[in-house]
């Protein structure tokens, strides 16, 4: 028997002597009570178990079949429940209840991954990053199983396992794991111009993302809003992240997967927990039909975007992940996402790519859940009624009554029954298609690397530092020379700056390798060759746009909100300090540790306050920013060692950093030399001496900025 208003929760029957002091009983899965569950049945206390013991065969055997099959790809991924709330109606363009009634807040559950790595992988690898999202709407679930990139490596969805065989560990060995670093995966790329756009995407920070509540995400195909009076727009989803898309920087996610592989599940759970939701705007992208061919980019192909100096995005409503699930087998594991779940009033587009998934949600589901009745797991059950004919198979939960399995249907009165259009009932969009059958790509589909230019001319000095040392990164872990050789004339083609610079890190001479009308320009930076390459080289397949400044982190808002502050102290801290320090940053909406020399309580003005954390236990990489008060004897911190390596690191990945008074030695001993006072402003370093609330202000304004300004830094 369950409580209504609790589903899940057994009722406890008042009285029942089993049920004593309002607990619950142990029991057998059948509801035997169970006396003894430390001790198997044997034949005497030294003597053989015996086989009549059914609570131990049934415990083990229990046990023995817990895992089902990880999913194919996006193994690693963490979920919260929350809702969505329209702005504005858009009838004008769509007739799904979702997307027209204001009044509602739609239930959802969003589940977030990575793709290559097992679930066991780390949080911070390397990676795209899943961003799926389940609405459970009144006309059923709407599913946008979107990434946090706007396009794909492939253009066909017949490629898909080609692509990712390449991608996950080698057959042989089994390595490596969670990381595209590898030979068969540059193979693959080298041989596939088609995913040059998308390579450019997963080398920049965007797939070291800082939070899940930092990224954007996208549907990445066109799909179709179809109104009332059957008109089709063509449309594109997006989620912007109120909190603004920020990243880690490389040096600093690969020491994370060491010290904290959960990093990301972590950061959403605490931030909830916490009360603070994790929130995202519904952006849409819309095209008239009659505008489909306007573009020199074909909008069915899933390795291009649409700039959005063109279409620009639309926000018409807001996302709020405010409740973390019960239980993460059976929501986050069992969530089952399919692109074919849609509502009336969206529609498909003919998207070669969007057309397989169509065909690969449900297949995998059934190997991966084990039977067609999962959508009536808890996780992926509508919270509209469901009716239908289906009926049987493994593991069913609902008990069909009557004697009708069929329609039509006489002997049920004709029930449930077809649907009308005009009642809502779900028809596909009527578009017309003529053609012979071929095995082909429009021709439409054949650039490749217009809008990798148009990527890389889009991004700031630093971020495009940072996709150079990715590459070099990256290829230089390729064992096959060739494949290193292949990817440069690749990099050529997109920027030739580019492809001097990763070419130089894999030991290859520029001459060999580059074409004499390599744009090589004078400057020794980066950014300085940069305009003489864009000067040169016009970008193609992007509608005339050379520079979108949507696709740049550095123009997106940012702020404390979200971040979380290491506090270093000891005994001797100056307390009243650190609680005005951790008021700021509630107020702001940080979170923060105190990191002390080991755990324990200091006395502060307004109660105890704990040091949770040590020097030893954690690491600046897992913080965005770290202070240390003042206090009489905080130097002698000094002393210890690690303190300063905290200080330093996070000097180096570009964190902010603030001191007071006697803490001010400790950071001159952890900069590196040649830094005037006058510098310190600019390169996000507060340091306070006397007025600790003006300094703490001042501090607080800096986090959630990364300071690329500090030079010669090794991110
Ligand atoms: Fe997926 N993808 N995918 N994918 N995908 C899966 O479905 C597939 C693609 C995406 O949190 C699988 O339930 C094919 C693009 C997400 O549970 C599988 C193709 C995009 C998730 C599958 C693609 C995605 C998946 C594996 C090319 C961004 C995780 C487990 C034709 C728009 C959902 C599963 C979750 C998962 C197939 C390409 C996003 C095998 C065949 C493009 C976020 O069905």
Known sequence: MKDEKNPGQPIIPVGCPLFADNKLPLTTNVGQP????QNSLKAGQRGPTLLEDYVLREKIQH??????????????GAAAHGYFQLYESL???TMAKVLTDTSVQTPVFVRFSTVAGSRGS?????DVHGFAVKMYTPEGNWDIVGNNIPVFFIQDAIKFPDLIHAAKPEPDREIPQAATAHDTFYDFISLTPESMHMLMWIMSDRTIPRSFGMMEGFGVHTFRLINAQGKSTFVKFHWKPLLGVHSLVWDEAQQIAGHDADFHRR?????????????????IQ??????????DFDILDATKLWPEELLPVRRVGKLTLDRNPDNYFAETEQVAFNTTNIVPGIDFSNDP?????NFSYLDTQLSRLGSPNFTELPINRPRCPVSNNQRDAHMRHTIDKGRVSYAPASLDGHSPDEVTPARGGFVSYPASVDGPKVRARSESFNDHYGQAKLFWNSMSGPEKEHIVKALQFELSKVETRAVRQRMLTHLQQINGMLAEQVAAALGELPADQLSAASPRGTADSVEGAEQLANALSETSASGGVQQSSALSMENQPRGPKGR???????????????????QALQKAGALSDLVGPHLGTLQGPDGPLSMTKTLANTSPALYDAVFVPGGAGIATLKHKGDPQVFLAQAYKHGKPIGVLDEAIDLLTAALPDGISGKELTDLGITVGHGDSQQAIDQFVGTVGTRYWKRSALDQ
Request: avoid cysteine.
């Open 286 to 295: 819309t095209l008239a039909e009659a505008d489909e061919q306007k573009f």
């Open 63 to 76: 046990f023995d079949h817990e895992r089902i099959p990880e999913r194919i790809v996006h193994a690693r």
């Open 267 to 283: 950061d959403m759970w605490d931030g909830i927990k916490a009360g603070s939701a994790f929130e995202w705007e519904l952006g």
């Open 353 to 357: 790519l969007l057309q397989g998934r």
């Open 564 to 582: 979380k502050v290491a506090i270093l102290v000891n005994a001797d801290v100056d307390a009243g300090q650190v609680s005005l320090l951790k």
């Open 91 to 93: 009838e004008e363009l």
């Open 34 to 37: 169970i006396a003894d569950d």
């Open 122 to 126: 780390a949080d911070t690898a390397r």
